[in-house]
Each structure stands twice: as structure tokens, then as C-alpha cells.
């Protein structure tokens, strides 16, 4: 029932973009997405519910597939601040919250 | 307080103790979620509560680790006869509602070290 998040992990030039996909086997109702710096806990970016939307958060930005019950997040001109790593969650409306294994992004000056 | 409040924050039992973790919500938070968090690892689900109802204990690993609500605020995680294995990061969670509507809040998570 995990999701599986691709890349494992990012090295980044600030200013630079990147692309984080999560994916499910199971049929799927929200996507989360969160984020997590070493030591504290992680951050709520945003929710996407079923119907395919896009959402955006400033730079941040995201979409989900429910057909291919996929998401991606989108980080564009990342800025050092965006250094830290990515969890997608995903949820079949029963509010069973799952976790990816998450993204590892660096972000360099 | 303001946000979800977990304590201990650090906890070192030694092999076989028993452990209580506690995890204070926000206020009037239906949903409570724990996760355990390895070292490097994305949260994997423990249970998860409807106010005082648990839902869902299906990631409890062992009947080792046990789960209460009982009031439908504050929770305690209870590990019994604790094994290195259950080293990690114990993340709790809330949200208003549901994580089917909005998002989790997590607390800043109960580090144990089993020796």
C-alpha cells in the first residue's frame, strides 16, 4: 500500500528545477505532499484530491493523475530553503494516510 | 498549546523495558495518527484513531505495540518487552477531520533507542 516516490534523491543549483513522482498501486483519493528537514517534523506543502487537479504553491507547484493514480511535485528556480526531503501520502478515502520512502533534495548555491 | 505536543522527546530503554509514548494533539483534532520512522525511511503507519475509536492498527508490527485514545484527545503509544528493532523516530499526527480532507499536522516525534 506504500507509494513508491522517484528520484531517490536530487542534487540541485540554486535556481535549478526538479520533479518528484509518487505512485500507487491502489486506487487513490488525496495525495499529500510533505516536507521534512533532518531532525524536525514534516511540513504540510499541499493536498490534491481526486478529480485531477493541479495545485500551486508559488514555486511549488503539483498535479494528480487518479486515472494512473500518480502525482508530481514540481520545484521551479528551488531556492536553498527547498533543501530537505519530499513525502508524497497517499490516501483511498478511508483516511488511511500512507507514506512514500521520500526524496532527498539538496539544493547548492 | 498551539501544535502537536509528544513526549518524551528522547527515550534510551534498555532490551525487554516497557515504553509509553504520548502524544498530545490539537485541540479538537478528530484524527490521530502514529507512524514509526526509521533512520533514512519515509513514516510507515502504526494505527490510526477516530476520536477515541481505533480504526485502523493494521501497521502495529507485534502484539508487542499497543495503541489508546481512550477520551478522544491525548493518546499513549505502549511498547512492551522493547527489542532493538523498535529503534526509531515514533511521528504522531492530527488533523481535523480526516486526511481524506485535509492535511496532518505531526508532532516533533519521540526518538527511542533500545540498547
Known amino acids: 500500500q506504500q507509494p513508491v516516490q522517484s528520484p531517490q534523491a536530487v542534487i540541485l543549483r540554486e535556481g535549478e528545477d526538479a520533479v518528484i513522482n509518487c505512485s500507487s498501486s491502489?486506487?487513490?483519493?488525496?495525495v499529500h505532499w510533505y516536507r521534512q528537514k533532518h531532525g524536525e517534523a514534516p511540513v504540510f506543502l499541499m493536498i490534491?484530491?481526486?478529480?485531477?487537479e493541479q495545485k500551486g504553491h508559488e514555486k511549488i507547484s503539483a498535479s494528480f493523475n487518479e486515472k494512473k493514480q500518480q502525482s508530481s511535485l514540481y520545484l521551479t528556480a528551488s531556492q536553498l530553503s527547498y533543501s530537505g526531503t519530499y513525502f508524497c501520502?497517499?490516501?483511498?478515502?478511508?483516511?488511511?494516510?500512507?507514506f512514500g520512502a521520500g526524496t532527498r533534495l539538496t539544493v547548492k548555491p | 498549546g498551539a501544535g502537536v505536543s509528544q513526549s518524551p522527546r528522547y527515550k534510551v530503554a534498555k532490551r525487554g523495558q516497557d515504553v509509553a509514548l504520548r502524544c498530545d494533539p490539537i485541540?479538537?483534532?478528530?484524527?490521530l495518527f502514529w507512524y514509526q520512522q526509521a533512520l533514512g525511511q519515509g513514516p510507515e503507519f502504526l494505527t490510526y484513531?477516530?476520536?477515541?475509536?481505533?480504526?485502523?492498527k493494521s501497521g502495529l508490527p507485534s502484539d508487542r505495540f499497543f495503541a489508546e485514545r481512550p477520551e478522544g484527545s491525548v493518546s499513549t503509544l505502549k511498547i512492551q518487552r522493547t527489542q532493538q528493532e523498535d529503534s526509531a523516530v515514533y511521528l504522531c499526527?492530527?488533523?481535523?477531520?480526516?486526511?481524506?480532507?485535509?492535511?496532518?499536522?505531526f508532532g516533533e516525534g519521540s526518538r527511542l533507542t533500545v540498547l
Open positions: 485541540s479538537g483534532h478528530v484524527s
Open positions: 484513531f477516530q476520536n477515541e475509536a481505533q480504526l485502523d
Open positions: 499526527a492530527s488533523s481535523l477531520w480526516g486526511a481524506n480532507t485535509g492535511e496532518l499536522f
Open positions: 490534491l484530491l481526486k478529480g485531477g
Open positions: 491502489k486506487a487513490l483519493y488525496s
Open positions: 501520502g497517499t490516501e483511498r478515502g478511508n483516511n488511511d494516510m500512507r
